[in-house]
């Protein structure tokens, strides 16, 4: 049973293209999230959404646009493709909205975005 | 704003070595405490959490202490394995979301345990 789960596994594309990401979660949460993860590992979040409604909208280029068409699914599309967007990119969910005592998030496996 | 400062990696340790992996945090109030633990191509996962000053998570052989007088979260394991070896990632989250729905990650440490 996979809980979180994400497609494409690996994605290599030309700059300038347009790309979309899926994620979809079984896990019956009300909270999802994406995370850019850099070469060096940092990870740092670019949105939530919160039964399909955005609530962290992080300082990213709005070449990148969420959407969330139901709770169980968030998917990202990226405009316009550029050499800086390779990276990891990792799909959460949880069941409570970021505070709270628990507040685990569950992963999927990535991304890995490379930009030619 | 919140913020987490873990150790500079990488750690590399031989098998059966003690580790320590430290975490300190900036919150207002009380947050809730956690370790990620993200293995070689996969995502991350939970590996313990705190919720309450004094508390104590445990998993897998991994302790930390939540201690808010020093406002750290330390990880710590006392004989680690080949199978450790992975990044590791501090993170808090605020007690209450407010306006704040995210958990706070540090910048991960990368464990290397060598036989």
């Known amino acids: 049973d996979t809980a979180v789960s994400q497609t494409p596994k690996y994605l290599v594309t030309q700059m300038g293209n347009d790309k979309s990401i899926k994620c979809e979660q079984n896990?019956?949460?009300?909270?999802m999230y994406w995370y850019k993860q850099d070469s060096k590992k940092f990870l740092k979040i670019m949105f939530s959404?919160?039964?399909?409604?955005?609530?962290i909208n992080e300082t990213v280029p709005n070449r990148f646009s969420p959407k969330s068409p139901d709770k169980a699914h968030l998917n990202l599309h990226i405009n316009s493709l550029e050499l800086g967007d390779s990276a990891v990119y990792f799909c959460?969910?949880?069941?409570?909205?970021?505070?709270?005592?628990?507040?685990?998030?569950?992963f999927g496996p990535g991304t890995r975005l490379t930009v030619l | 704003g919140d913020s987490v400062t873990q150790m500079e990696g990488p750690v590399t340790l031989s098998e059966e070595a003690f580790l320590t992996i430290n975490c300190t945090y900036t919150?207002?109030?009380?947050?809730?405490l956690f370790w990620y633990v993200q293995y070689p191509g996969e995502g991350l996962q939970l590996l313990l959490k705190?919720?309450?000053?004094?508390d104590k998570g445990s998993n897998k052989g991994f302790e930390a202490t939540y201690r808010k007088e020093t406002t750290s979260f330390h990880l710590e394991k006392g004989s680690v394995q080949v199978s450790d070896s992975a990044v590791y990632f501090c993170?808090?989250?605020?007690?209450?979301?407010?306006?704040?729905?995210?958990?706070?990650f540090g910048k991960g440490t990368l464990l290397t345990v060598n036989p």
């Open positions: 959460a969910s949880s069941q409570e909205r970021g505070g709270g005592t628990d507040n685990e998030q569950f």
């Open positions: 896990l019956g949460h009300d909270t």
């Open positions: 959404y919160n039964n399909k409604e955005l609530i």
């Open positions: 919150a207002t109030g009380y947050p809730s």
């Open positions: 705190a919720t309450k000053a004094d």
């Open positions: 993170a808090l989250s605020p007690l209450s979301g407010g306006s704040n729905y995210k958990l706070t």
